[in-house]
């Protein structure tokens, strides 16, 4: 076979950028203080060379000798430089990101410390993967400037009309910068929900299995894993036959969620394995004593249907009585490992595919961060990419979902992804997704001052995905509340500054047990006696805590809320009082939400808070076929090259269908099982 070309940068991202939001770059603008030393001209210079090239070195400045600190709110806590200045130049910077994300934001400090010491200056490049932490970084690096040399410096954003080429070309390492060798069967790159399940499964399977991981240890896998027919399913069919799911209507509806935009045979692939992965994974963890797996046995009240269906697809592994306290499903996957003889590397990056003459993919290479040194790793049989999507690299999501940025606040817990298992096989010839989807839930919330963005630092509101009233920034209600979470998002984003408000009283406890909400949102047991992610006493707890953080704003009138939230009072009271007349009818006729989701506002206390979206991941990857093997622009695989999870593509399209409980993680899991038998047969 001829090996394929290369994408060309030049034409993927003339594509896929077209419409997309202008990336940011950072440059330094001065201005001189009242009383400042420097003079008027040169401060206009200064201000003209930043806005024309985006920089303005520190060295041409004076200071006052001395050590100064500046600290800015970064991704999960505030950012603190510390920079040392002589007359001329600045002598020594000390960064603390010890509050950030360990392996995003935690692991920048001491790069970009050097980067600003050597360009004597705060105008240095963001790290693509940890945007937030970089941005606040430069923020008090400017901050110190400005102390020690008496003259404002701050840093603003230029845009570039979407141009940022974020794919680049694949890095050349020479022969003698490959300091070591590996030699393996199965190469399973990245470990998390699927590279957990392929390694296992590819070690039952008789192969001999290598994990390149780059944190120090993997990730512990999502909870929450969507199968149908499963044995715990089908021995629930007699008591609840609601929970029997019609494949083909199934098929039908996640054909609906993704507007055309997916691979049916893929999702067929995960309807006719994904009971068996789910059988297999409940033997594995029930064999320990230590784990049984429950069926998130819920459909929501089908008395009386909403707009959108759901499937009792869930399944939720839980912590026996007898098991001991130090017990995880990352320790017991380990053990597994561990009997199985898999090897590992750990706090090893890949770098770039390696492929033959052919085209066929033979390996990676990969750098230790421990010291650096490259790694050369081959894999007889095939490379198994389990290495996540792209949702830390804001350069990557502002070209292909700027959309997702404007809804999403800045909150810590999430995917640590930044998109390098993607551009590696897009290097090797890969055909990516042709739209771009994110998970999505609006379970984050925003001070009243404030509004969606990835630049904004939020909370988590676990409350945010109940049905209550919902209103935008003018006080209005908008859609249907009730329904697949990114529906409420995508509404949302069609409201002023792509923000708006929950609305509750003292009646919602009573209310969210009357929603009867299937998934992770629900806040009580299912019907089948399974038990939800979280209860709702742990959930007002929280809410609590962010009444008291000055989240969710409580009052006693609806005037005070409004007033609270900065919102139009009168309007606010015309669409509550409107609200309440719906519900009190019986039916929704202005949105068509269900009449049992229809609860009235209208006991004090009243609660309010401005919601926005949580970003998990997102979900379009390098398109693969049901054999798991990634596909070249003519649809021919690419030999050796296999991958499941989020940096794969073709399953979801516009919108991720949350109304199936576990979908993303069970297609990841069941992929990766089923990559790794056909691997390791070979």
Request: a negative charge; hydrophobic letters at 35%; glycine letters at 10%.
């Amino acid at each position: 076979m001829a090996k394929k070309q290369p994408i060309s940068r030049r034409d993927f991202i003339k594509g896929m950028a077209a419409g997309a939001a202008s990336v940011v770059t950072l440059g330094v603008l001065q201005a001189c203080e009242a009383g400042g030393s420097t003079t008027t001209a040169a401060s206009s210079a200064a201000s003209s060379a930043a806005s024309s090239s985006g920089t303005t070195a520190a060295s041409s400045m004076s200071y006052t000798p001395g050590t100064y600190s500046a600290s800015a709110a970064g991704i999960a806590s505030d950012v603190t430089v510390t920079m040392t200045f002589d007359e001329t130049s600045i002598t020594d910077v000390q960064i603390d990101v010890s509050g950030e994300t360990a392996d995003i934001g935690g692991a920048i400090g001491d790069d970009m410390a050097q980067a600003i010491l050597d360009a004597q200056s705060c105008d240095v490049d963001v790290v693509s993967s940890a945007t937030v932490t970089s941005n606040a970084i430069k923020t008090a690096a400017a901050d110190c400037i400005s102390q020690a040399s008496g003259t404002t410096v701050t840093v603003s954003e230029e845009e570039d009309n979407g141009s940022s080429d974020w794919l680049g070309e694949a890095p050349e390492i020479s022969e003698d910068e490959i300091t070591e060798t590996l030699d393996t069967e199965v190469l399973v790159v990245g470990c998390g929900s699927g590279g957990w399940i392929t390694a296992m499964t590819a070690a039952e399977e008789g192969a001999k299995v290598l994990v390149v991981e780059k944190k120090e240890s993997p990730t512990g896998p999502r909870e929450d894993i969507g199968s149908i027919n499963s044995k715990l399913q089908k021995e629930s069919f007699e008591e609840y036959p609601e929970f029997e799911i019609d494949k083909m209507e199934a098929l039908q509806d996640i054909v609906r969620y993704g507007a055309g935009y997916v691979n049916s045979d893929l999702i067929r692939c995960w309807e006719d394995n994904s009971g068996e992965m789910v059988d297999w994974l409940t033997e594995l963890l029930e064999g320990t004593g230590n784990w049984y797996m429950s069926l998130e046995g819920g459909v929501g009240d089908t008395s009386d249907p909403g707009r959108d269906k759901a499937y009792a697809t869930g399944h939720s592994p839980h912590l026996t009585d007898d098991a001991p306290e130090d017990t995880t499903l990352n320790s017991t996957f380990q053990a597994h490992c561990d009997d199985l003889g898999v090897e590992w590397k750990l706090s090893t990056a890949l770098v770039k595919l390696e492929q033959d003459d052919s085209g066929k993919v033979t390996g990676i290479i990969a750098q230790d961060l421990s010291d650096n040194h490259y790694v050369r790793v081959n894999a007889s049989k095939g490379v198994i990419m389990c290495t996540g999507g792209y949702a830390t690299n804001t350069e990557m999501m502002k070209a292909l979902q700027p959309q997702t940025l404007e809804m999403k606040v800045n909150y810590s817990k999430g995917s640590t992804c930044d998109g390098s298992g993607i551009k590696a096989m897009l290097w090797a010839g890969a055909k990516f997704s042709p739209v771009h989807a994110s998970m999505m839930f609006n379970r984050c919330c925003v001070k009243p001052e404030d509004t969606a963005g990835y630049e904004t630092t939020g909370e988590w509101f676990w409350f945010g995905e109940q049905p209550f009233l919902k209103v935008n920034l003018n006080g209005e209600r908008f859609c249907n509340e009730s329904g697949p979470y990114e529906f409420m998002l995508h509404s949302m984003w069609m409201q002023p500054y792509h923000t708006y408000c929950d609305i509750f009283d003292a009646n919602c406890e009573q209310y969210a047990e009357q929603f009867d909400e299937v998934g992770c949102c629900r806040l009580f047991a299912f019907p089948n006696g399974a038990l939800s992610n979280r209860t709702f006493e742990a959930c007002w707890e929280s809410n609590e805590e962010l009444i008291e953080a000055g989240y969710i704003q409580k009052a006693d009138t609806l005037e005070e809320l409004a007033e609270k939230l900065n919102i139009p009072a009168e309007t606010f009271v015309a669409t509550v009082e409107r609200y309440n007349e719906l519900c009190a009818a019986g039916e929704d006729t202005d949105y068509g939400k269900e009449t049992h989701r229809m609860t009235p506002v209208d006991t004090a206390p009243f609660y309010g808070v401005r919601t926005a979206a949580w970003h998990l991941t997102t979900l379009s990857g390098c398109l693969i076929n049901t054999d798991m093997q990634v596909i070249q622009e003519d649809g021919t695989p690419i030999e050796g090259l296999y991958a499941t999870g989020d940096c794969s593509g073709g399953f979801f399209g516009d919108t991720y269908p949350n109304l199936f409980t576990g979908l993303a993680c069970g297609r990841t899991m069941t992929f990766g099982r089923r990559a790794a038998k056909i691997v390791a047969a070979l």
